[in-house]
């Protein structure tokens, strides 16, 4: 049964940094083989696409939002994906879910909590 679990996420002041980490195991097939993307849901709002990457980290994609802020990036060694996140603002403020995409299922991790203040 695959298991995706975040970490990294606290409070911190507006234009200062945080990274996130999402660890998986128990995949059915090679971690690298999956699309791993990062979601935010803030208060009263919907679940948002913030970054993705490929396999093979060929390709990365951001939502406009973050873009020049966030990076995301991926050690298939060592199984995890990681979020960059600079100059943060109030705005960022959200649970982050980590979520690999398969050819039969998609998994998703337990989030984690970021809190930015003004």
């Known amino acids: 049964q695959g298991q995706l679990v975040e970490s990294g996420g606290g409070l911190v002041q507006a234009g200062g940094s945080l990274r996130l980490s999402c660890a998986a195991s128990g995949f059915s097939f090679s971690f690298s083989f999956y699309a791993m993307n990062w979601y935010r849901q803030a208060p009263g709002k919907e679940r948002e696409l913030v970054a993705a990457?490929?396999?093979?980290?060929?390709?990365?994609n951001y939502a406009d939002s973050v873009k020049g802020r966030f990076t995301i990036s991926r050690t298939d060694a060592k199984n995890t994906v990681y979020l960059q996140m600079n100059s943060l603002k109030a705005e960022d403020t959200g649970v982050y879910y980590c979520m690999a995409k398969g050819v039969t299922r998609d998994y998703w991790g337990q989030g984690t909590q970021v809190t930015v203040s003004s």
């Open positions: 990457i490929s396999a093979g980290s060929i390709s990365t």
